[in-house]
């Protein structure tokens, strides 16, 4: 498997590209603004690209979606919640398949309502639920802090400590983490019941 991470857009966006292998089948995640260096990329590796994965419907997450699909004739995949309409609605749990790379779906609503991770191969891309030191806002239209605190209290502590984070902006000290790091050091994640969590995110 390879995997680049290409920085994209004004707004310090991750877009991914992962690949089975060059010449191989792979996929690309959140293209945004500004897709060419994701294009040539896609050139370089020779790639059949299969899917594009949306982490959820936010502009800056999808705003090379056209460009992708134009070039390669991927599917575009997001969860069922999603206002845009994917090629391929997906629930918690379903699982996609891109040569030998496995990738299961994770809801984590709490930035939107149609947000998820999508985890493969030892690694976990997060969109903009969980960054590198930081959790997503929940005070845009769909944001609903409830949620992230089950999200980030409940649903990732079941995920392994040695998964790699991959982020969808490069806001932190670092491109990307481990899940084990973020539940150590990531002031986000400090325990905290569901109420103090509230007041945390409101303040």
Known sequence: MFL????????QNFTYLVGDRDGGPAFVIDPS???DE????ID???VRVLYVLTTHHHPDHVAGNDAIVAATGAKVVAHALSPRHPDLPVEDGATLRVGTIEIRVLHTPGHTPDSV????DGHVATGDTLFVGECGRTDLPGGDPGEMFETLHRRLAGLEEGLIVLPGHDYGVT???????????????QA?????FLRFMRE
Do not use: C
Not at 175 to 189: A, F, Q, V, W
């Open 4 to 11: 680049e991470q290409i920085q994209v857009g004004p707004y």
């Open 33 to 35: 603004f500004g897709p």
């Open 38 to 41: 994701v294009l040539a990329s």
């Open 44 to 46: 370089r590796h020779r």
């Open 117 to 120: 991770f999508y985890r493969f």
């Open 175 to 189: 491109p990307t983490s481990t899940i084990g790091r973020e539940k150590r050091e990531n002031y986000t994640l």
């Open 192 to 196: 905290r019941t569901r109420e103090q």
